[in-house]
T-cell receptor, first 117, second 112 residues
Framework: GAVVSQHPSRVICKSGTSVKIECRSL??????MFWYRQFPKKSLMLMAT?????????EQGVEKDKFLINHASLTLSTLTVTSAHPEDSSFYIC?????????????FGPGTRLTVT | DAKTTQPPSMDCAEGRAANLPCNHS???????VYWYRQIHSQGPQYIIH???NNETNEMASLIITEDRKSSTLILPHATLRDTAVYYC?????????????FGKGTKLSVIP
């Protein structure tokens, strides 16, 4: 299957700082990217959906001013956690699909472990 | 999208078949059944999907009951690397319907 990468794989930051997570589709053009968050021993929760060149659509309860998503190109989407707090510590996972892909062809990145101290 | 019910955990002996059940009694006619798995601290991985016919690929088989209210994912010869959380997801496939809603899944432990 197609390859989606995330960078960094893990990051530790201090409370109040911002951290950016990158999601890249390595061998296809991702017209749509999704960002998920997963707390320990919990399932993945969709945070937002972004289409290249347009504003992201956030799920209910997700603060768009705190979780900034930029999908500026067909191979890169970024999630910036602004003014991070310890409760933002989580496993963040992106997924991507090409515009012509069949519905099941949605590929997930390896995830980014964020720890806010 | 219809909801699914899966047992929280299962054990399987290495080399034996792992049969993971999923109930989706409120599934609609235009909803597919998808299976993904997530190995610890990794992103989810697509396994298989189907509408009403049984499906098989290099990873697994999917058996869907005739009334489509339940399905079973079969890993024919489980290995230690199959230890993961398995998610059964039911969703409509169509224009704009690309979101995946993950439930709690089944934690499969393959035992040596």
């Amino acid at each position: 299957g197609a390859v989606v990468s995330q960078h960094p794989s893990r990051v530790i930051c201090k409370s109040g700082t911002s951290v950016k997570i990158e999601c890249r589709s390595l061998d296809f053009q991702a017209t749509t990217m999704f960002w998920y968050r997963q707390f320990p021993k919990k399932s993945l929760m969709l945070m937002a959906t972004s289409n290249e060149g347009s504003k992201a659509t956030y799920e209910q309860g997700v603060e768009k001013d705190k979780f900034l998503i930029n999908h500026a190109s067909l191979t890169l989407s970024t999630l910036t956690v602004t003014s991070a707090h310890p409760e933002d510590s989580s496993f963040y996972i992106c997924s991507a699909r090409a515009g012509t892909a069949r519905a099941h062809e949605q590929y997930f990145g390896p995830g980014t472990r964020l720890t806010v101290t | 999208d219809a909801k699914t019910t899966q047992p929280p955990s299962m054990d399987c002996a290495e080399g034996r078949a792992a049969n993971l059940p999923c109930n989706h009694s409120t599934i609609s006619g235009n909803e597919y059944v998808y299976w993904y798995r997530q190995i610890h601290s990794q992103g989810p991985q697509y396994i298989i999907h189907g509408l009403k016919n049984n499906e098989t690929n290099e990873m697994a088989s999917l058996i869907i009951t005739e009334d489509r209210k339940s399905s079973t994912l079969i890993l024919p010869h489980a290995t230690l690397r199959d230890t993961a959380v398995y998610y059964c997801i039911v969703r409509v496939v169509g224009a704009g319907s690309y979101q995946l809603t993950f439930g709690k899944g089944t934690k499969l432990s393959v035992i040596p």
